[in-house]
């Protein structure tokens, strides 16, 4: 019996093996592309940071500067499908493609996910010369807004999360199986919803750089694992800005209802729901949500920076 069962788990370990491999093998014939050449569009660029190079969303002169974090397999592209336009007209706005997504470098193999990429987010306000933000995170950049709220409040203002909340997106699970993960992957052209045919070429642009897909399984695997811990053990809690929440009353990835419950959370949070609209806030309903960004940072003063020791 035990020897049966021996033979049995062996087999089922090589079968996952293969079934990687195979997925890996896969993944590589539709990533041709080692690394981006250059920036995708006039209004973007590549940024050098202490942990790598980072294509950058940069438009709009003010002082008061947004800095924008996408969703799960999105990348800039997200952002100029109308929102960072109508941000620019009063603000700097500031969008990165996270590691291992969009035209970003991808060295980071095995670390891919929020915890990183809130990192990342600061060590690119500190290469462009930028102390202070209001950060916007659309979904699973809600959680990345979140980590980097909590641990660099001294960079934040306030916060905005969009399609954010404590949830399994159905779309997430298959992925999560190993092997099967892998081939499900690799016959994935864009894990992502299109709504142009601008924002399909900025993201196939992203799809076909090596490494791209298993970076997107490691942060699917490890947000709901080791770095899923972070959120569940205290970082909302942590928050010690003001932060808007809003939602698609339609969306059909996250349920408003697991929105909702982030708000007993934090010390200082607004709800705001759309009519309608799903889980793509920020591409569905650019106009009324780029209004309402700006009205909360209107109606919520920045802190005063803390004196130096020196000072008091």
Known sequence: MLRNML???????????????????????????????????????????RSGRVHVLDVGTSDDVILLLHGTGRSVADWQEGLSERLSQGHRVVGIDYYGLGLSDRTHSGRYGIALWAEQARDVLDALGIDRVTVVGHS??????????????????????IGHGMAMDPMQIV???????????????????????AHERRLAAAYAIRGTRAALLTFLRRQYTFDGLRLVTGTYEDIRRPVLQVHGAADASIPVAAARSLTARLLDARFLTFPGVGHDVHIEAPEPLAEAIAAFIADTPAPLPKKHDSEI
Do not use: K, Q, W, Y
Not at 181 to 189: K, P, V, Y
């Open 175 to 197: 992925p999560l199986l190993p092997g099967i993960g892998e081939i499900a992957m690799a016959r994935t052209a864009i894990f992502s919803d299109i709504f142009s045919e």
């Open 7 to 49: 033979i049995l788990t062996a087999g089922l370990v090589f079968a996952l093996f293969v079934s990687c491999e195979i997925g890996s093998f896969m993944s590589r014939g539709s990533e041709p592309i080692l690394r981006a050449e250059a920036p995708s569009d006039p209004e973007t660029r590549f940024v050098e940071t």
């Open 140 to 161: 699973a950049g809600g959680a990345v807004a979140a980590i980097f709220t909590a641990d660099h409040p001294e960079r934040v203002n306030r916060a905005v999360f």
